[in-house]
């Protein structure tokens, strides 16, 4: 005899927007089971807003409300029976956010919650990595977002420190991310795992996701420094109207893809990881996972 809850996830970030649905199976004497039931993406760039002119523009305001609309009516349709809506970086550093929360939940009765850094990142830690982290091994969990970059390290199984920095994909188009916030990052990295050997990679967000397609490798084998590297290489010496007709990138990917490498690329050569592992988990599902276990 088995249960099945169906949940929903709205991650609001900073390049785009995601309704995450969840078939949750409860069994007796058994694990339960978080099944991705749809997962629908919008390519609302609230960041491009928020970073450059410190507000939400009222065009941006009016996707975002019809899209809460659509995402109401296929909650509906699959009958979700809780759901929990997130607002990261961009909404958060947006002088009109809560103006925004406010005009989205009266035309679309939906309410957005606007988490800092921290609580991003312990959300995230509670998505399916215990899938990943092996007691024996140490482990840098990168999630690297429109606005800001989470970074985790776990060792003999637990974690050991998190802390979320102003560095993401959209910050680093516009140009304004500055040398102080590497050196940070680099300093960080380089403190808490000094002395760890062996240290391995976990990287979520939808541009290592893509990236890992690309290699058509399966879910449980890592990509490589050199591999990861000479993809790099590869995207940078095309032009973003390549990576669209080419690759088939989404045009809200084909610019992002490559800053958000970049941050990767880093991560690993500050730590010493020679291999990152991508699990295909993110904001979405660590939201489901913390609203079925009652951590926030």
Same mark, same amino acid.
């Given at each position: 005899?088995?249960?099945?809850?169906?949940?929903?996830?709205?991650?609001?970030?900073?390049?785009?927007?995601?309704?995450?649905?969840?078939?949750?199976?409860?069994?007796?004497?058994?694990?339960?089971?978080?099944?991705?039931?749809?997962?629908?993406?919008?390519?609302?760039?609230?960041?491009?807003?928020?970073?450059?002119?410190?507000?939400?523009?009222?065009?941006?305001?009016?996707?975002?409300?019809?899209?809460?609309?659509?995402?109401?009516?296929?909650?509906?349709?699959y009958?979700?029976?809780?759901?929990m809506?997130?607002?990261?970086?961009?909404?958060?550093?947006?002088?009109?956010?809560?103006? +925004?929360?406010?005009?989205?939940?009266q035309?679309?009765?939906?309410?957005?919650?606007?988490?800092?850094?921290?609580?991003?990142?312990?959300?995230?830690?509670?998505?399916?990595?215990?899938?990943?982290?092996?007691?024996?091994?140490?482990?840098?969990?990168?999630?690297?977002?429109?606005?800001?970059?989470?970074?985790?390290?776990?060792?003999?199984?637990?974690?050991?420190?998190?802390?979320?920095?102003?560095?993401?994909?959209?910050?680093?188009?516009?140009?304004?991310?500055?040398?102080? +916030?590497?050196?940070?990052?680099?300093?960080?990295?380089?403190?808490?795992?000094?002395?760890?050997?062996?240290?391995?990679?976990?990287?979520?967000?939808?541009n290592?996701n893509?990236?890992?397609?690309?290699?058509?490798?399966?879910?449980?084998?890592?990509?490589?420094?050199?591999?990861?590297?000479?993809?790099?290489?590869?995207?940078?010496?095309?032009?973003?109207?390549?990576?669209?007709?080419?690759?088939g990138?989404?045009?809200?990917?084909a610019?992002?893809?490559?800053?958000?490498l970049?941050?990767?690329?880093?991560a690993?050569?500050?730590?010493?990881?020679k291999?990152?592992?991508?699990?295909?988990?993110?904001?979405?599902?660590?939201?489901?996972?913390?609203?079925?276990?009652?951590t926030?």
């Amino acid at each position: 005899m088995i249960q099945i809850k169906k949940y929903a996830a709205i991650d609001i970030g900073s390049n785009a927007m995601r309704l995450l649905i969840t078939n949750i199976v409860e069994q007796k004497d058994k694990a339960t089971q978080f099944n991705k039931s749809a997962l629908i993406r919008v390519p609302i760039r609230l960041g491009q807003d928020a970073f450059t002119v410190g507000e939400i523009s009222e065009e941006n305001i009016d996707r975002m409300v019809d899209a809460m609309k659509a995402f109401k009516l296929l909650m509906k349709v699959y009958k979700v029976e809780r759901y929990m809506a997130c607002a990261t970086s961009a909404m958060r550093e947006a002088y009109n956010g809560k103006d +925004v929360v406010d005009i989205v939940l009266q035309k679309s009765d939906i309410k957005i919650d606007i988490i800092d850094g921290k609580k991003e990142a312990a959300i995230i830690t509670a998505s399916d990595l215990h899938q990943f982290i092996k007691t024996n091994e140490n482990y840098l969990y990168v999630d690297v977002g429109g606005g800001s970059t989470e970074f985790s390290l776990f060792s003999n199984g637990k974690l050991v420190v998190s802390k979320s920095f102003k560095n993401g994909t959209v910050r680093l188009l516009n140009n304004m991310v500055n040398e102080v +916030v590497w050196q940070e990052i680099e300093k960080w990295i380089k403190t808490h795992t000094e002395g760890i050997e062996n240290i391995i990679l976990i990287g979520s967000g939808g541009n290592i996701n893509k990236t890992f397609k690309l290699s058509g490798k399966s879910q449980d084998k890592p990509l490589s420094y050199k591999y990861l590297k000479n993809q790099f290489d590869y995207l940078n010496g095309l032009t973003y109207e390549q990576r669209i007709a080419e690759l088939g990138l989404n045009q809200d990917r084909a610019d992002v893809i490559i800053p958000a490498l970049t941050i990767y690329l880093c991560a690993m050569r500050w730590s010493g990881a020679k291999h990152i592992y991508v699990p295909k988990i993110g904001l979405s599902d660590g939201i489901v996972k913390a609203m079925y276990y009652n951590t926030i």
